[in-house]
């Protein structure tokens, strides 16, 4: 059984910042490539970024690229979504997932999530 609890959300400001964890348990977490979705009431499950094992390769949306930046620390078993220049329309509740299938921008492909994390900013 893998656990992922994330922790960092809450309420900012347009154009601030938030950085997003993700803590792993329960399976090495070298076995995982990592993803953070997000997702508002009545829509689908949006992919906004990624990372394989060890760190080398990363994936981003583009509607966060060049804001968002995905990290983990592999000695921490510790997943980061730093977030900068916030914008209203990144509302959501974010989620981490893990993958034993490799990187990936399909919700589909991750095989354990967490319960997520709100982010709300406010214009």
């Known amino acids: 059984q893998v656990q992922l609890v994330e922790s960092g959300g809450g309420l900012v400001q347009a154009g601030g910042s938030l950085r997003l964890s993700c803590a792993v348990s329960?399976?090495?977490?070298?076995?995982?490539?990592m993803g953070w979705f997000r997702q508002n009431p009545g829509n689908e499950r949006e992919f906004v970024a990624a990372?394989?094992?060890?760190?080398?390769?990363?994936a981003y949306a583009d509607s966060v690229k060049g804001r968002f930046t995905i990290s983990r620390d592999n000695t921490k078993n510790t997943l980061y979504l730093q977030m900068n220049s916030l914008k209203p329309e990144d509302t959501a509740v974010y989620y981490c997932?893990?993958?034993?299938?490799?990187?990936?921008?399909?919700?589909?492909?991750?095989?354990?999530w967490g319960q997520g994390t709100q982010v709300t900013v406010s214009s």
């Open positions: 997932a893990a993958s034993s299938k490799g990187l990936s921008s399909s919700y589909d492909v991750y095989d354990y």
């Open positions: 329960g399976r090495t977490f070298s076995k995982f490539a």
């Open positions: 990372i394989g094992w060890p760190g080398r390769s990363t």
